[in-house]
């Protein structure tokens, strides 16, 4: 999963934050469903990596997940902003696995219950 995801950074459009960002869900039926994050002038029309991937899988027609992967450019773990966080809590169970990693190998791989008690702050974007 690290060199698809690694793959997937390259099409990252982030241009004011130079904040990278992909990410992979995975169905309960094992299907995979790919986001990055792409940024825009107007900052609300941005959309998160996981939003996007999420967004993905149910413009085919899934709503049952498994896991999320998610790999940022930074050197630092960076958790989903509470906008994504919202989103998790309409489309995911409890039960789904979340794997946070940078690009350089860092890892942790969260409950939900954890996840949702992370934060994404101005001090993520330095």
Do not use: W
Request: hydrophobic share 35%; charged share 25%.
């Amino acid at each position: 999963m690290k060199d698809k995801l690694i793959k997937l950074l390259d099409n990252s459009y982030a241009p004011y934050s130079n904040m990278h960002f992909a990410c992979i869900v995975e169905t309960k039926n094992g299907n995979f469903y790919e986001g990055v994050n792409i940024e825009n002038a107007s900052y609300g029309g941005t959309i998160c990596a996981e939003r996007n991937a999420i967004n993905n899988a149910v413009s085919h027609g899934e709503r049952e997940f498994k896991a999320l992967y998610l790999m940022t450019s930074s050197d630092e773990i960076c958790y989903p902003c509470n906008i994504c966080k919202q989103t998790f809590l309409e489309f995911f169970d409890k039960d789904v696995i979340f794997n946070i990693m940078t690009k350089s190998g860092k890892m942790q791989v969260l409950t939900f219950e954890k996840l949702m008690n992370t934060t994404f702050t101005k001090e993520d974007l330095v």
